[in-house]
């Protein structure tokens, strides 16, 4: 498939276009650019302006913006719950889910358009490193079903996973194959088998799952457990592009 980049070059120079809205952007780049240095901006001025980096206060446990350093409403139930309370260390997260976010979150997971990834890359990257500066942790990219994964063609989570330059590991398993977004809040949080791992597939190793969106957290907790309990993780902690 011929992507835009590959569209710009052919059209007889190395001028690029917003991987949103297709502006021109100001500066251009080579073939060995763009296979060596993708944390290069992709996107104009405008569009990563409408991008809302998370700054300021957040709940120590999720990484959600708040006025208070106390724990949100939903780590307090995580928290109280003895089958949940600390299976996911921490939640880190770059973006707010603001109108923007949400339209171009849609094109890329729902509308196969894989390579709006490297819109997100440098600030994905770049927050990356602040969080897990001295942290050798494995990466396992939250992993959809296989019925899912034809339906757009790739796995957004391991689209993200792919850029960081970490150790990758697949141990997980989707069994639940129903989506996140038609259920109520109450019901991604109930109790239920969502994943399935080996027993001892990441034992002893600090996990970091890579996930687009954490909403209620249900998604990383389940997948968290899992690793916990059946994989016998040292420890699992989260880092996803937007925090709603």
Sequence with gaps: MITRFAKAIEKGGNE???LIC?????HSLSWRAFFFLRSEEKICRVCKDNFIRI????????GRPQ?????????????ADPLTRSLLRQNSSVYIYNTFMKEVLAR??????AE???????????AFHQYCRRTPAVLVPIPLSEERKAERGFNQAERLASLLKRPVMHPLIRIEN????KKSRKDRIKPKTVFRTEKGSVKNLDIILIDDLYTTGA????????????????SVSSFTLIRS
């Excluded at 700054?55 to 999720?62: A, D, M, R, S």
């Excluded at 890329?108 to 358009?113: L, N, S, V």
């Excluded at 819109?119 to 770049?126: E, G, H, K, Y």
């Excluded at 129903?178 to 977004?181: A, F, G, L, T, V």
Aim: contains cysteine; charged residues 25%.
């Design 178 to 181: 129903e989506k996140q977004s």
């Design 108 to 113: 890329f997971k729902f509308r196969g358009d």
């Design 55 to 62: 700054e300021g206060t957040v709940c120590p446990k999720c």
């Design 67 to 79: 006025e208070s350093e106390e724990l949100c409403g939903d780590c307090v139930k995580w928290e």
């Design 22 to 26: 297709e502006a021109p952007l100001l």
């Design 16 to 18: 690029l276009y917003c």
């Design 219 to 234: 998604t990383l907790h389940h997948a968290a457990d899992c690793l916990m309990t059946s994989g016998e993780a040292k």
């Design 116 to 126: 709006l990834v490297f819109a997100f890359a440098p600030s994905f990257i770049n």
